[in-house]
């Protein structure tokens, strides 16, 4: 990369242009783009500090033993893979002077939660999942530095690296993706006839049937479908009666057009240490569709939901029939728009990678 380094004065970091790299570690290697926790941690964020008049670069793990570090004032690494390739730029940078912070936002290291996390609920193969978690605690402990976007991450990290500097960096929202939703009607008055589902993933069954019979009993007794997006096992017979749209997932830029079409969304989780550590994404994608969410009560929904007016949080044996009716009846247009506006603003990404780059840099 042909970025030419800053070199840090006396004048204030608002005043100066520095070079930035984020570095992600995905599957989808050829779509970087298209993996959700690449795109809040890694595209966002650069989007974000080249608003603020940052030079900002985004490259694959996999390409850092052809990176200069010492060309960059800052790289962040999102969900760091312990290896020879990341040991060797960590000691480049540290000789060339460049900041490294690692970024994570699910809990993927500390061996004691394995057993909770979605990759166990992949496979039911507790080893290879274990030896995941360890060398991710392995490349934990080669940083000083470190960004999470939650306050339970934050915790989870410090168990395991005490003397770790630790900044909370919630899911953040760019002005691309609110020129996404700005200009749609969503808070008009469609038909919305869904409660929807959107399990991005195929790890989601076990948090489905936390809420499962309360949205059969909610569907069934109002006469109202039930719409799906992406991969999930459904009980036949709990949902006898019930009218079901079953779709594959969307790209991400169509995701919010069906979020709009329904009237409440939810968003369960499984009480777990893992699953209190993930973060506010369902309760913000469907805020910015106008579209009410209705929650597991995680510590960052709550932290989000904090003074909206559409939706609902429910506890742990919480009920979801309840809970979802609160959130239908209590549709409102109006109400909607406000929470998209609210949420956009509070969850700005200038706003929030600011400081961030300010207290780094």
Same mark, same amino acid.
């Given at each position: 990369?042909?970025?030419?380094?800053?070199?840090?004065?006396?004048?204030?970091? $608002? %005043?100066?242009?520095?070079?930035?790299?984020? !570095?992600?570690?995905?599957?989808?290697?050829? @779509? +970087?783009?298209?993996? *959700? /926790?690449?795109?809040?941690?890694?595209?966002?964020?650069?989007?974000?500090?080249?608003?603020?008049?940052?030079?900002?670069?985004?490259?694959?793990? $996999? %390409?850092?033993?052809?990176?200069?570090?010492? !060309?960059?004032?800052?790289?962040?690494?999102? @969900? +760091?893979?312990?290896? *020879? /390739?990341?040991?060797?730029?960590?000691?480049?940078?540290?000789?060339?002077?460049?900041?490294?912070?690692?970024?994570?936002?699910?809990?993927?290291?500390?061996?004691?939660?394995?057993?909770?996390?979605?990759?166990?609920?992949?496979?039911?193969?507790?080893? +290879?999942?274990?030896?995941?978690?360890?060398?991710?605690?392995?490349?934990?402990?080669?940083?000083?530095?470190?960004?999470?976007?939650?306050?339970?991450?934050?915790?989870?990290?410090?168990?395991?690296?005490?003397?770790?500097?630790?900044?909370?960096?919630?899911?953040?929202?760019?002005?691309?993706?609110?020129?996404?939703?700005?200009?749609?009607?969503?808070?008009?008055?469609?038909?919305?006839?869904?409660?929807?589902?959107?399990?991005?993933?195929?790890?989601?069954?076990?948090?489905?049937?936390?809420?499962?019979?309360?949205?059969?009993?909610?569907?069934?007794?109002?006469?109202?479908?039930?719409?799906?997006?992406?991969?999930?096992?459904?009980?036949?017979?709990?949902?006898?009666?019930?009218?079901?749209?079953?779709?594959?997932?969307?790209?991400?830029?169509?995701?919010?057009?069906?979020?709009?079409?329904?009237?409440?969304?939810?968003?369960?989780?499984?009480?777990?240490?893992?699953?209190?550590?993930?973060?506010?994404?369902?309760?913000?994608?469907?805020?910015?569709?106008?579209?009410?969410?209705?929650?597991?009560?995680?510590?960052?929904?709550?932290?989000?939901?904090?003074?909206?007016?559409?939706?609902?949080?429910?506890?742990?044996?919480?009920?979801?029939?309840?809970?979802?009716?609160?959130?239908?009846?209590?549709?409102?247009?109006?109400?909607?728009?406000?929470?998209?506006?609210?949420?956009?603003?509070?969850?700005?990404?200038?706003?929030?990678?600011?400081?961030?780059?300010?207290?780094?840099?």
């Amino acid at each position: 990369m042909a970025a030419r380094k800053s070199r840090k004065s006396n004048s204030s970091i $608002s %005043a100066s242009i520095f070079n930035i790299l984020y !570095v992600s570690v995905t599957g989808r290697a050829n @779509r +970087p783009y298209t993996d *959700p /926790s690449t795109r809040y941690r890694a595209f966002y964020p650069a989007e974000a500090a080249r608003s603020l008049g940052h030079r900002a670069f985004i490259a694959s793990q $996999s %390409a850092l033993d052809e990176t200069d570090p010492s !060309v960059f004032d800052l790289v962040v690494i999102h @969900r +760091p893979a312990f290896g *020879p /390739s990341l040991i060797r730029f960590l000691n480049l940078a540290r000789a060339a002077g460049t900041r490294v912070v690692a970024d994570y936002d699910d809990l993927i290291f500390n061996p004691a939660f394995a057993r909770e996390s979605s990759m166990f609920a992949k496979s039911w193969d507790v080893s +290879p999942v274990m030896q995941t978690f360890e060398r991710n605690t392995d490349a934990v402990r080669l940083f000083s530095d470190f960004t999470v976007s939650t306050c339970v991450l934050r915790d989870a990290l410090l168990e395991i690296h005490s003397s770790a500097s630790v900044t909370i960096l919630p899911n953040a929202v760019p002005a691309s993706l609110l020129s996404l939703v700005q200009g749609k009607p969503y808070a008009g008055e469609g038909a919305r006839p869904f409660v929807g589902y959107y399990p991005g993933t195929a790890t989601h069954d076990d948090d489905f049937r936390v809420a499962a019979p309360g949205v059969a009993e909610f569907c069934r007794s109002r006469g109202i479908p039930f719409r799906v997006v992406g991969p999930l096992a459904i009980d036949p017979e709990l949902f006898e009666g019930v009218e079901m749209e079953r779709r594959d997932i969307l790209p991400f830029v169509e995701m919010f057009d069906s979020l709009a079409e329904c009237r409440v969304v939810i968003a369960p989780l499984v009480d777990s240490r893992f699953n209190s550590a993930k973060s506010h994404i369902k309760l913000l994608e469907a805020s910015l569709a106008c579209t009410p969410c209705v929650a597991s009560a995680i510590p960052d929904m709550v932290n989000c939901a904090e003074g909206l007016l559409t939706g609902a949080l429910v506890p742990p044996g919480g009920d979801w029939a309840s809970a979802i009716a609160t959130a239908w009846d209590g549709y409102s247009p109006e109400a909607a728009a406000q929470t998209r506006v609210m949420l956009a603003d509070r969850f700005r990404a200038t706003r929030l990678v600011a400081p961030i780059l300010e207290r780094t840099l």
